[in-house]
């Protein structure tokens, strides 16, 4: 599995941002998916993920209420729709595959795109 991700940017605090991961490969449905992010100086943290199916979700208490992570399994996707965002959501986005549902630690996912650089700043 192959995946690439996308929609990064600069935004305002209080703005939004859409994260789309397109994948390529096979099997896709079979996948859970997760967002991940690190900002400089930091370790990677776990923000989002969705089960294979889409009906079970789980958030990082930090984003949680203000970010949506969804799946197309027909057009191979999953999104990351950001609201209200904070300069501490500054930082580098991947998404990442895992034949696990839902879970939370890096280690447990075994495909990463490359990555999309968000930065919130006024």
């Known amino acids: 599995v192959q995946l690439q991700a996308s929609g990064g940017g600069l935004v305002q605090p209080g703005g939004s941002l859409r994260l789309s991961c397109a994948t390529s490969?096979?099997?896709?449905?079979?996948?859970?998916m997760g967002w991940f992010r690190q900002a400089p100086g930091k370790e990677r943290e776990f923000v989002a993920a969705i089960s294979w199916s889409g009906s079970v979700t789980n958030y990082a208490d930090s984003v949680k209420g203000r970010f949506t992570i969804s799946r197309d399994n027909a057009r191979n996707a999953v999104y990351l729709q950001m609201n209200s965002l904070k300069p501490e959501d500054t930082a580098v986005y991947y998404c990442?595959?895992?034949?696990?549902?839902?879970?939370?630690?890096?280690?447990?996912?075994?495909?990463w795109g490359q990555g999309t650089q968000v930065t919130v700043s006024s």
């Open positions: 490969g096979r099997g896709f449905s079979r996948y859970g």
């Open positions: 990442a595959a895992s034949v696990r549902n839902t879970v939370t630690i890096t280690q447990a996912y075994d495909y």
